[in-house]
């Protein structure tokens, strides 16, 4: 198990070849947790447990935000490990073409004391995406 910071180069893609195909062993001191009441911690949410990934549609269709790869780089520079996984699918277009598409998956294992505050974490956000769905039903 590596134990480590993200790897960035340039911003560029990172994949699990980055990490030799080993999970990132990640501890409190290691990460940063975002704000509950926020895309990037909705964006984090959706990738727990691990071995989830993300892409941007599914994102856009929880969050009505098309910006997940802004959350990610925010969680990326907050220590989280996420790579990408690039695809590609053909469109539905009257002109058929292949267009290239990224998942996101957090590619870590965590330490237990890390991993309780992750159960609270996602119990938290959770519960603000639960009460903000009922005041919008309610309005």
């Excluded at 996101?104 to 119990?123: D, G, S, V």
Aim: aromatic share 10%; proline share 4%.
């Amino acid at each position: 198990m590596i134990k480590s910071k993200v790897i960035r180069d340039n911003r560029r893609h990172i994949t699990r070849a980055d990490y030799k195909d080993t999970p990132v062993l990640l501890g409190s001191e290691n990460v940063t947790f975002p704000r509950v009441n926020s895309l990037q911690a909705r964006a984090l949410r959706r990738l727990l447990p691990l071995g989830r990934t993300l892409s941007h549609r599914e994102f856009d269709f929880i969050s009505h935000s098309y910006r997940l790869g802004s959350y990610i780089g925010i969680l990326r520079d907050k220590g989280w490990v996420v790579v990408n996984h690039d695809e590609a699918a053909t469109t539905k277009d009257p002109v058929h073409r292949e267009v290239v598409f990224t998942r996101y998956e957090l590619f870590a294992e965590f330490t237990p004391e890390l991993q309780r505050k992750i159960n609270k974490f996602c119990k938290a956000v959770d519960q603000f995406e639960a009460e903000a769905t009922a005041t919008n039903k309610a309005a």
